[in-house]
C-alpha cells in the first residue's frame, strides 16, 4: 500500500528566511509520481510540480527547489527567501503508475507554513 | 473554461438530510476521484471510477454513494447526513497521457 508521510505538522518562519517542507513516502512500485500540491487560505489546491520515479534530477523554479532521493524515499521541497504569499497548507502526493492501482492519489496530512513579516 | 466543476461551494445540511455534491469534467477523463478533507488530516479518498458505469470504494466510503453514469458527471451522495461528515470536499479527474490530475474547486459541507 502507498503511504506519504509529512511530519512536520506546522511551522512559521519570519519572512527571507529558507524553510525546508519534508516528505517520505512508501510504495511497492518501481514507477511512480510524485507531486506537491499548494492549499492557500482562498482553499483550492494548486500544482506545484510532479516528478517521476526514474528523474531523480533535482529541480529549481524560481524560489522553489524540489530534492527527490530514491535511497531515502523522501521529496523534500525548500521555499528560498520565504515571503507571506507563501503562507499555505502544502500537500506532498503519490501515485503509483501501474493500472492496478487505478493511479490513485495518496496525499501526506500537509504541513501548514506561516510565514511572518 | 476546460476543467473539473464542482457544485454548491458551500452547502448546510441538517442531521439525516441527503444531498448530492456535484462534480462534471469536459476533458474526457475516465479516471475521476471524490476525497475529503478533514483539517490536519490530509485528503481521503472516498470513491473513484475508472469510467462511465464503473466505480468502486476508497479509503472511506461509508455514508456515500456514486454513480458514473456518463463520462463527464460523476456525482457523490450523502443519504443520511451526519456531523461527521462535515467536510471539504473535492473532486478530481486523471489524464493518462499527461499523468496529471485536475481538481474542482471543492464543495465545503456543514452537517449540524
Known amino acids: 500500500a502507498q503511504k506519504v508521510t509529512q511530519a512536520q505538522t506546522e511551522i512559521s518562519v519570519v519572512e527571507k528566511e529558507d524553510v525546508t517542507l519534508d516528505c517520505v513516502y512508501e510504495?511497492?512500485?518501481?514507477?511512480?509520481?510524485l507531486f506537491w500540491y499548494k492549499q492557500p487560505p482562498s482553499g483550492e489546491l494548486v500544482f506545484l510540480i510532479r516528478r517521476n520515479s526514474f528523474d531523480e534530477q533535482n529541480e529549481i523554479s524560481g524560489r522553489y527547489s524540489w530534492n527527490f532521493q530514491k535511497s531515502t524515499s523522501s521529496f523534500n521541497f525548500t521555499i528560498t527567501a520565504s515571503q507571506v504569499v507563501d503562507s499555505a497548507v502544502y500537500f506532498c502526493a503519490l501515485s503509483e503508475a501501474s493500472g492496478g492501482s487505478n493511479y490513485k492519489l495518496t496525499f501526506g496530512k500537509g504541513t501548514l507554513l506561516t510565514v511572518n513579516p | 473554461n476546460a476543467g473539473v466543476t464542482q457544485t454548491p461551494k458551500f452547502r448546510i445540511l441538517k442531521i439525516g438530510q441527503s444531498m448530492t455534491l456535484q462534480c462534471t469534467q469536459d476533458?474526457?477523463?475516465?479516471?475521476m476521484y471524490w476525497y475529503r478533507q478533514d483539517p490536519g488530516m490530509g485528503l481521503k479518498l472516498i470513491y473513484y471510477s475508472v469510467g462511465a458505469g464503473i466505480t468502486d470504494k476508497g479509503e472511506v466510503p461509508n455514508g456515500y454513494n456514486v454513480s458514473r453514469s456518463t463520462t463527464e458527471d460523476f456525482p457523490l451522495r450523502l443519504e443520511l447526513a451526519a456531523p461527521s461528515q462535515t467536510s471539504v470536499y473535492f473532486c478530481a479527474s486523471f489524464n493518462r497521457v499527461m499523468y496529471g490530475y485536475t481538481f474542482g474547486s471543492g464543495t465545503r459541507l456543514t452537517v449540524v
Open positions: 510504495t511497492r512500485d518501481t514507477t511512480y509520481y
Open positions: 476533458m474526457n477523463h475516465n479516471y
